[in-house]
């Protein structure tokens, strides 16, 4: 009688393993919001972590940097800027210190954090974006482009902006026809999926405007259900059958007539969040109210979503924030990290693959995606894509400051903004700072750009003077150069939009 032994599906990532740090590094006394929204309530990325609390009288969120540990004072500042309880935050994938909020007000608020964190109560946006004529619960920046930022609201409506001008570029009214549950981009940018109340999954080109499919009753349940493009080009949806229990299934954007595949897990009542990391396509599952996160490996072979465990607590979790891959632990072989919100606290558990070498493993770290932009806003409006700008992390990643990140940073406080639910984008460059704007501001400021020479002067006071303000020329002449050839790129498309006007006037089109 003999005995057949099964095949082990090899995989580096089988023996993920998930532990909660020390409580000497969690937070506590936080006072996590308790808004009724289905949202993680938390994001991380390499320098803070940003917490939406509980606010009198408006909205507001925590930023905290991310080495912060111990008890919260009553008195830490927050940014407190909104009218109405905040639904959602989201850092830019560009510039660690930009965050975006969204809130009941129907206003979408872009905020600069100082470097070392929050000094004092925060209530001045950089950007105000207002296009929204109910609560705005969903913010998701674009992955490869500068200064584009994706909003979607209660009014049924998905809002395409550029930041850097406070412009509403792309509007999508028609294609939801209830309230819209989750959106995603894909890799490139090129294209977003979203869930909505109706039960179905679309793709849609936002530059057009068009959806590219749907696929009807992705899951039968009544409950919320969410869903993230994978960078094959596949989607990950989560929700509930008819007999309400919780689902995660595949999806082949070339053919959706069925799931690749389809796993069924609880009857928890928690709308389930997924977390992709596409440098080890693996995706997380946190149920809001649930004490478990339960891990997946996404392959191409059957049965291509693959259980590999779970990590489970005594406390129930109100939301998580997932650090991007940028902020890991390379020396401890952590793969990811996350950071639970219980009702007063926050805990960091880390998702580490267990290995003997202290080497740099570079199996587990395949290059991951920058801080720096593949484009610029104007080019990917005019209908460029491109995959993200890839750095490697060996030797731990020490993030150089982005040659666009100021871009945002001296736009004008004032800027034209359109309310309401008019789709038709004012004209770009009337938005867009001169040079000589610039320059005018920063004399203001205390710094000539024009008629600044070492001098004698310049020598008594030293050489860490003369540095300083050769450091703010530089920085100042690399802003003027960057907005000269902005108002180039406007220029052309303004050209190539008059010729196609002229091609309709004259009826070749």
Known sequence: MSFRRGVVRQSKFRHVFAQAWKAEHCIDDVRVSRVTWDGPLCAVNPKFMAVIVESGGGGAFLVLPLTKSGRIDQATPTVCGHSAPVLDVQWCPHDDNVIASASEDCTVKVWQIPDGGLTGPMTEPMVTLEGHSKRVGILAWHPTAFNILLTAGCDNLVCVWDVGTGELVYQIADAHPDLIYSVSWNREGSAICTVCKDKALRVIDPRRGTVLMVKEKVHEGTRPMRAVFLSDGKILTTGFSRMSERQLALWDTSDMSEPRAVQEM?????????????????????????????YFEITDESPYVHFLSLYSSKEPQRGAGFLSKRGVDVNKCEIARFYKLHERKVEAIS??????????QGDLYPDTASVEPSLLAEDWIAGQDAAPLLVSLSGGYAGAPSKNRDTLRNKPRLLTQRSGTDSSPAPRQAAMPTATAVARETENEGVSVTQHRPTRADGERGADGVKREEDVLSEVLAEVKALRSVVLAQGQRIELLERQLARIEDGDV
């Open 351 to 360: 998702m580490t693959v267990p290995r003997k070498s202290d080497l740099f």
């Open 266 to 294: 609880d009857t928890s009542n928690g709308v389930l969040l997924p977390y992709y990391d596409p440098d080890t396509n693996m995706v997380y599952l946190c149920g809001k109210g649930d004490c478990t996160i339960r």
